[in-house]
């Protein structure tokens, strides 16, 4: 470890709030829907509840996944008992996952130490955007209704999908569940209450409904309230001194959405409607003994979209998708109720649409695919001057895959263009394209030995978002894309076996190696209540990713254990004359891990996780003032089925361990989780 006892901070981070929005008029608008997509089989027995616990593929590198690939599905994110996708992303190796306290906080993850914003979040095939800064709060996603999530180094190697699963350095998929009715049903549902610590409650219920052989549908929602309130310990330079409890955590929050899934003859459509609506406090950063803060947040979040897959002939396929979203934030302080503050009352309105086309053809051992896309946003606010940015992006891509014998290449290129206006004859940023080639590689060298062997190159960028160039006297119309370079190699072995107690291995490693140049950081200027953005920031960064899983079974008898490791060496390699040079960058370890194991028996499960962050540092300079020390916990969980009935209890942090993810942001100790499902 290094340890400057003695230094200049190289520069200080400004913290923004994330501005906040007040419930709209909307709703019921989204449980009416006739758009059409595919991209998901009708009937879907993995994750299916039953007596008999199936073993699940928790990393899998099968084709035409050629690039490192890690996912969690079906019984394993039950056993998680984990509540949003935050928190499963969490047990993947080179994810950190930045949580701002507490079952309210905001929750954004960071891939191979390349920011959020080279992050793309797909749902149902189709990316959750954020235009105005580039954060999708994977906090707002319930896991309940979700059927597997999958995070990709790359994008993934399928041809047939649209050009903007190109465009991100890293990509996270959720895949929402489908109804499954091969149990014979045309009705069937579950309703289910959990409650807790903090004055948490989170009623839901789910409906399904088959409305013929080809088609079905879903209806679920659920509610969320807690007190956020938990007692913490605030550290000094001489040690804990205070114990004091955060405020103004309070969160009312619901999510509801209704899909149609359908099948056609060489092919398969799906619709989603999504509604998401939540008032919360926002009780801020614990620092120089102030311990809440009175700020207030408002979301309402809106979107219908769709996909449809078919095969038109024997080597043709098409893919076609949509999107319209909605999104309202507003944020308040209150003078009367906080001295220390002034008055703010921010709103943002953001408005999205999206249209793609993708078409593959197969030719022989070349299969060869096109994909155009066009995508529509529009921020608005009641800022005064704000610029009312509205951005206007065509992608372009074309891709390959060959196979000569047990070798397997992928090759693509995306073409990005970029138009960006705004109001009152403001400047803007300047049209841009961009280029974006990858390509992957994979090799078995024999069919009997199940070890593959991979390299992937990508060079990709990061768009300045709308904040960065036109935020009222802090953006910069002339900043520059962020572009990345990536590049890995690794391998995968792998047994499985259908009988005896040992019934399968998984082992992959990666090492890897990203230079991110032109990076987008906030300074100050002249005025030190005034900050800009530019582009000075280079960083690069190397790693190890490490995943292994077995599986053994015997009778009704289930073992499963998960182990993830990561080093990584995030170097800022800006200016070789600042202090800084070659320090690591904020908020990255340098080791982290995650262990899971889950235990089953009959009509008992049992699960223990346990996740590791080592230390790091909160701003550039690596020194003393700000070191952040690690942090690990440990969570256990049990479930009993009495059908109909399916009763779980857990427990979280079960050694009470006082640690902040983020600096000021203290998070909650033992706290626990009972709840009741009734299946119908």
């Given at each position: 470890?290094?340890?400057?006892?003695?230094?200049?901070?190289?520069?200080?981070?400004?913290?923004?709030?994330?501005?906040?929005?007040?419930?709209?008029?909307?709703?019921?608008?989204?449980?009416?829907?006739?758009?059409?997509?595919?991209?998901?089989?009708?009937?879907?027995?993995?994750?299916?509840?039953?007596?008999?616990?199936?073993?699940?593929?928790?990393?899998?590198?099968?084709?035409?996944?050629?690039?490192?690939?890690?996912?969690?599905?079906?019984?394993?994110?039950?056993?998680?008992?984990?509540?949003?996708?935050?928190?499963?992303?969490?047990?993947?190796?080179?994810?950190?996952?930045?949580?701002?306290?507490?079952?309210?906080?905001?929750?954004?993850?960071?891939?191979?130490?390349?920011?959020?914003?080279?992050?793309?979040?797909?749902?149902?095939?189709?990316?959750?955007?954020?235009?105005?800064?580039?954060?999708?709060?994977?906090?707002?996603?319930?896991?309940?209704?979700?059927?597997?999530?999958?995070?990709?180094?790359?994008?993934?190697?399928?041809?047939?999908?649209?050009?903007?699963?190109?465009?991100?350095?890293?990509?996270?998929?959720?895949?929402?569940?489908?109804?499954?009715?091969?149990?014979?049903?045309?009705?069937?549902?579950?309703?289910?209450?959990?409650?807790?610590?903090?004055?948490?409650?989170?009623?839901?219920?789910?409906?399904?409904?088959?409305?013929?052989?080809?088609?079905?549908?879903?209806?679920?929602?659920?509610?969320?309230?807690?007190?956020?309130?938990?007692?913490?310990?605030?550290?000094?330079?001489?040690?804990?001194?205070?114990?004091?409890?955060?405020?103004?955590?309070?969160?009312?929050?619901?999510?509801?959405?209704?899909?149609?899934?359908?099948?056609?003859?060489?092919?398969?459509?799906?619709?989603?409607?999504?509604?998401?609506?939540?008032?919360?406090?926002?009780?801020?950063?614990?620092?120089?003994?102030?311990?809440?803060?009175?700020?207030?947040?408002?979301?309402?979040?809106?979107?219908?979209?769709?996909?449809?897959?078919?095969?038109?002939?024997?080597?043709?396929?098409?893919?076609?998708?949509?999107?319209?979203?909605?999104?309202?934030?507003?944020?308040?302080?209150?003078?009367?109720?906080?001295?220390?503050?002034?008055?703010?009352?921010?709103?943002?309105?953001?408005?999205?649409?999206?249209?793609?086309?993708?078409?593959?053809?197969?030719?022989?051992?070349?299969?060869?695919?096109?994909?155009?896309?066009?995508?529509?946003?529009?921020?608005?606010?009641?800022?005064?001057?704000?610029?009312?940015?509205?951005?206007?992006?065509?992608?372009?891509?074309?891709?390959?895959?060959?196979?000569?014998?047990?070798?397997?290449?992928?090759?693509?290129?995306?073409?990005?263009?970029?138009?960006?206006?705004?109001?009152?004859?403001?400047?803007?940023?300047?049209?841009?394209?961009?280029?974006?080639?990858?390509?992957?590689?994979?090799?078995?060298?024999?069919?009997?030995?199940?070890?593959?062997?991979?390299?992937?190159?990508?060079?990709?960028?990061?768009?300045?978002?709308?904040?960065?160039?036109?935020?009222?006297?802090?953006?910069?119309?002339?900043?520059?894309?962020?572009?990345?370079?990536?590049?890995?190699?690794?391998?995968?072995?792998?047994?499985?076996?259908?009988?005896?107690?040992?019934?399968?291995?998984?082992?992959?490693?990666?090492?890897?190696?990203?230079?991110?140049?032109?990076?987008?950081?906030?300074?100050?200027?002249?005025?030190?209540?005034?900050?800009?953005?530019?582009?000075?920031?280079?960083?690069?960064?190397?790693?190890?990713?490490?995943?292994?899983?077995?599986?053994?079974?015997?009778?009704?008898?289930?073992?499963?254990?998960?182990?993830?490791?990561?080093?990584?060496?995030?170097?800022?390699?800006?200016?070789?004359?600042?202090?800084?040079?070659?320090?690591?960058?904020?908020?990255?370890?340098?080791?982290?891990?995650?262990?899971?194991?889950?235990?089953?028996?009959?009509?008992?499960?049992?699960?223990?996780?346990?996740?590791?962050?080592?230390?790091?540092?909160?701003?550039?300079?690596?020194?003393?003032?700000?070191?952040?020390?690690?942090?690990?916990?440990?969570d256990v969980g049990v479930s009993f089925r009495v059908r109909p009935f399916i009763i779980t209890a857990e427990v979280n942090n079960i050694f009470n361990q006082k640690y902040e993810v983020v600096r000021g942001y203290p998070m909650p100790g033992t706290n626990f989780l009972i709840g009741l499902k009734w299946k119908f």
């Amino acid at each position: 470890m290094k340890l400057r006892l003695r230094g200049t901070v190289c520069s200080r981070k400004r913290t923004t709030g994330a501005g906040t929005t007040r419930l709209a008029p909307v709703v019921l608008l989204f449980m009416v829907l006739f758009l059409f997509s595919p991209q998901v089989a009708f009937t879907q027995t993995l994750g299916q509840e039953n007596d008999t616990i199936a073993v699940v593929t928790a990393y899998r590198e099968t084709s035409p996944d050629l690039l490192p690939v890690q996912e969690l599905s079906g019984r394993q994110l039950e056993r998680l008992r984990s509540h949003s996708v935050a928190d499963a992303v969490r047990f993947f190796s080179g994810v950190q996952v930045k949580d701002y306290g507490g079952v309210g906080g905001l929750k954004t993850v960071n891939i191979r130490g390349m920011g959020t914003q080279h992050v793309g979040v797909f749902f149902d095939g189709i990316e959750l955007g954020n235009a105005q800064n580039g954060q999708v709060d994977l906090g707002r996603f319930s896991l309940e209704e979700m059927q597997s999530v999958t995070v990709y180094n790359g994008q993934r190697s399928q041809l047939l999908q649209p050009a903007r699963d190109f465009g991100s350095a890293s990509t996270v998929y959720l895949r929402s569940r489908t109804p499954d009715f091969s149990n014979g049903k045309d009705f069937q549902g579950h309703v289910s209450m959990k409650a807790g610590s903090f004055g948490t409650f989170r009623p839901s219920f789910t409906i399904d409904k088959k409305l013929s052989n080809a088609v079905g549908t879903s209806l679920s929602a659920g509610y969320v309230h807690t007190d956020g309130s938990y007692s913490f310990r605030y550290k000094t330079q001489g040690g804990y001194d205070t114990t004091a409890t955060r405020r103004n955590s309070r969160v009312d929050a619901l999510r509801a959405e209704t899909g149609f899934f359908g099948k056609t003859s060489q092919g398969e459509w799906r619709a989603k409607a999504y509604f998401y609506s939540s008032e919360r406090g926002l009780p801020g950063a614990v620092v120089r003994n102030r311990f809440a803060h009175e700020d207030k947040q408002w979301d309402t979040n809106l979107f219908v979209q769709s996909q449809w897959k078919q095969r038109v002939a024997k080597n043709y396929s098409f893919l076609l998708s949509g999107k319209l979203a909605y999104d309202y934030l507003q944020y308040t302080t209150n003078p009367k109720r906080d001295a220390s503050e002034m008055f703010i009352d921010n709103s943002f309105y953001q408005t999205e649409a999206y249209l793609s086309a993708a078409n593959m053809l197969s030719l022989g051992r070349w299969q060869l695919a096109a994909a155009l896309d066009y995508q529509y946003n529009h921020v608005s606010g009641n800022q005064l001057g704000f610029a009312y940015p509205t951005r206007n992006t065509l992608l372009a891509s074309a891709a390959a895959n060959a196979g000569f014998g047990t070798l397997k290449i992928h090759a693509a290129l995306l073409a990005t263009f970029v138009n960006d206006r705004v109001r009152n004859g403001g400047q803007s940023m300047k049209d841009r394209l961009e280029w974006s080639p990858s390509i992957v590689m994979t090799w078995q060298p024999t069919k009997e030995l199940p070890v593959n062997f991979r390299a992937f190159y990508k060079r990709i960028f990061r768009m300045p978002t709308l904040n960065d160039l036109y935020y009222t006297l802090i953006g910069r119309a002339d900043l520059n894309p962020e572009r990345t370079d990536q590049f890995n190699i690794g391998a995968t072995y792998e047994v499985r076996k259908k009988q005896g107690f040992f019934r399968g291995l998984e082992l992959s490693a990666d090492g890897y190696i990203n230079h991110v140049k032109d990076k987008i950081v906030a300074v100050p200027t002249a005025n030190q209540f005034r900050w800009t953005m530019m582009n000075i920031g280079r960083v690069s960064i190397r790693g190890i990713d490490f995943v292994a899983q077995t599986y053994w079974a015997v009778s009704q008898f289930t073992i499963d254990v998960r182990a993830a490791y990561t080093y990584q060496r995030a170097a800022d390699r800006t200016d070789r004359n600042d202090v800084c040079f070659n320090d690591q960058i904020p908020y990255i370890p340098k080791h982290s891990g995650s262990l899971t194991i889950g235990l089953g028996w009959r009509n008992v499960e049992a699960h223990y996780s346990f996740i590791y962050t080592g230390e790091r540092y909160n701003q550039r300079a690596n020194i003393l003032e700000n070191y952040e020390p690690a942090w690990y916990t440990s969570d256990v969980g049990v479930s009993f089925r009495v059908r109909p009935f399916i009763i779980t209890a857990e427990v979280n942090n079960i050694f009470n361990q006082k640690y902040e993810v983020v600096r000021g942001y203290p998070m909650p100790g033992t706290n626990f989780l009972i709840g009741l499902k009734w299946k119908f």
